[in-house]
């Protein structure tokens, strides 16, 4: 299928190497603060969350940074691999009972051989 | 977790025409989510479908141009109205995780107009 975020902000790394894809947030009533993994020609794919009161969270090769005093979440995706090349979204869980999603920018990572 | 089916997968329309994408979730969901992509972008919520009432819409988004139904709990329809080639994105269904923060989403249905 066609490529999404052609246009968008890219990161490209080496194999191997660590990979940090940042994110500034709006809503501080927010909830959950989520990372979604695109692929193309796919929907988004649920990464790792973290919940409003957390700074850190750790989950496979993956972990999300959340600074509430400036409003910034980061995703730290450790030994890089081809397989994660893609479009990552920050997202925002807000809503009633949070179960409404509002996405944030994205950011296209490409990984080097 | 939720496995979603949209169709159609893709379609290219004619101007001023307008075209219904379906949504199959494979349990039953109280709330059902319409995004739209467009090229480049980011995705961006149009509405909110919940079974036995009207859709909630989003800033920016209308219930003319962008019908949608939920006849059941595993079910929704969006239509795209008198489309125009600003239309063309990509549209998605998700559902919420029942509690989770977890969206599940659909592979999405790549509108072409022109």
């Known amino acids: 299928g066609e490529s999404v975020g052609l246009h968008l902000p890219t990161l490209s790394v080496q194999e191997g190497d660590n990979s940090i894809i940042n994110c500034a947030y709006s809503n501080s009533a927010s909830d959950y603060f989520i990372w979604y993994k695109q692929e193309s020609g796919k929907g988004p794919q649920f990464i790792i969350d973290i919940r409003s009161n957390m700074d850190k969270r750790q989950g496979q090769r993956v972990t999300v940074l959340l600074n509430k005093t400036v409003k910034h979440l980061s995703l730290q995706i450790a030994a890089t691999q081809p397989g994660d090349s893609a479009v990552y979204f920050c997202a925002e869980n807000r809503g009633a009972g949070g179960f409404k999603t509002i996405f944030g920018a994205g950011t296209r990572l490409f990984v080097k051989a | 977790s939720a496995v979603i089916s949209q169709k159609p997968s893709r379609d290219i329309c004619q101007r001023g025409t307008s075209l219904t994408i379906q949504c199959q979730v494979d349990?039953?969901?109280?709330?059902m989510f319409w995004y739209r992509q467009q090229p480049g972008q980011s995705l961006t919520l149009i509405a909110t479908?919940?079974?036995?009432?009207?859709?909630?819409?989003e800033s920016g988004f209308v219930i003319d141009k962008f019908p949608i139904s939920r006849p059941n709990l595993t079910f929704s329809t969006l239509t795209v109205s008198n489309m125009s080639p600003e239309d063309s994105s990509i549209y998605l269904c998700?559902?919420?995780?029942?509690?989770?923060?977890?969206?599940?989403f659909g592979q999405g249905t790549r509108l072409t107009v022109v």
């Open positions: 998700s559902v919420s995780g029942q509690g989770r923060s977890e969206a599940f």
């Open positions: 479908a919940n079974q036995g009432s009207e859709a909630t819409y």
């Open positions: 349990s039953q969901v109280t709330m």
